[in-house]
């Protein structure tokens, strides 16, 4: 119900702007998997924008890595991006030369969920040497929680068979093996896979909130990220409010696109910020580009066409 009604509002901000034609061929948007956050803003997007005569074209890719590739190869010109896919496109030789940042939108929380029987001192230390589930072997997330537990010094246990996204509430919700003494998720609060576990499981499962001092510890692995706070009911059983790590997402477009089609998609999220990027979210992630990202789009320098 919690995620409908993200959706929902969602659709609702993108179908209260009504933007100007777009120059030349349709923009081509590259969002995320079925389902994901990103794929229902990129879907609505492009849908609002044919319903006024704009050509646009959503593209549902597998994340945004391979959102990145699109961009710099030119098969996209719009593409939701996280801040640690940018971070590794770079390490890997990537340049984001080509590249320009209009805005940042929805952030991505970490949530921490552990056992309640096994919650001593109800920080990120009581998972040390826990069986937890970090995500998918390879994907952008698994990443950043790996880092997030190397500047902590915790070390976590896994499983012997592969287990991924779509398994892991099944597996978490069989009480009989006990395999997983929790997981750690990345994704917008509300975060439906989160909810489903702690909802589904009775709330065996129980969030685990981060401080500011686990903030200052993983900034020395080089993570872009806040603290953002989560409203209390945000998720079943949570009856208090909590506060976590945030880490940055944003819309990325071609440095070739024209300035007029950047200029609209800037004001889009300039006009509605406060919704469009999530409630409690800090203005410095808001406003700041830092050096790893796309520097933010110079329309005086932008092109004249895609």
């Not at 287990?163 to 975060?191: C, H, K």
């Amino acid at each position: 119900m919690k995620r409908a009604a993200s959706v929902f509002f969602v659709a609702i901000f993108l179908c209260a702007f009504a933007p100007a034609s777009f120059a030349g061929d349709a923009l081509r948007i590259a969002s995320a998997g079925y389902g994901d956050l990103f794929w229902v803003m990129g879907k609505r997007l492009g849908e609002i924008l044919g319903s006024d005569d704009v050509p646009a074209q959503d593209i549902a890719t597998s994340g945004d890595e391979e959102n990145i590739e699109l961009l710099v190869s030119g098969k996209a010109d719009v593409a939701f991006v996280s801040g640690e896919a940018i971070d590794r496109f770079i390490s890997s030789g990537g340049s984001v030369e080509s590249l320009r940042t209009i805005a940042r939108v929805w952030p991505s929380a970490v949530h921490v969920l552990l056992r309640g029987d096994f919650v001593k001192t109800n920080t990120i230390a009581d998972i040390d040497k826990k069986y937890i589930y970090i995500g998918e072997k390879g994907s952008v997330h698994r990443a950043v929680i790996e880092k997030i537990l190397a500047a902590k010094g915790i070390k976590v246990k896994h499983l012997m068979r592969d287990i991924n996204d779509a398994t892991l509430l099944s597996i978490m919700r069989n009480f009989v093996e006990r395999e997983l003494d929790g997981a750690i998720i990345i994704g917008p609060a509300l975060n439906q896979a989160t909810d489903d576990i702690i909802s589904k499981t009775g709330g065996t499962f129980q969030l685990i909130p981060l401080s500011e001092g686990d903030l200052a510890a993983i900034a020395g692995e080089k993570i872009t990220a806040v603290i953002l706070t989560i409203p209390e009911n945000t998720y079943s059983y949570q009856t208090d409010s909590l506060k976590t790590v945030a880490l940055p997402n944003y819309l990325v477009c071609r440095k070739d696109l024209s300035a007029k089609d950047a200029a609209l998609l800037s004001d889009i999220f300039e006009n509605h910020i406060d919704f469009f990027t999530g409630p409690g979210l800090p203005e410095t992630l808001l406003m700041a580009v830092d050096q790893t990202t796309p520097p933010a789009i110079p329309f005086h320098e932008v092109g004249v066409g895609r």
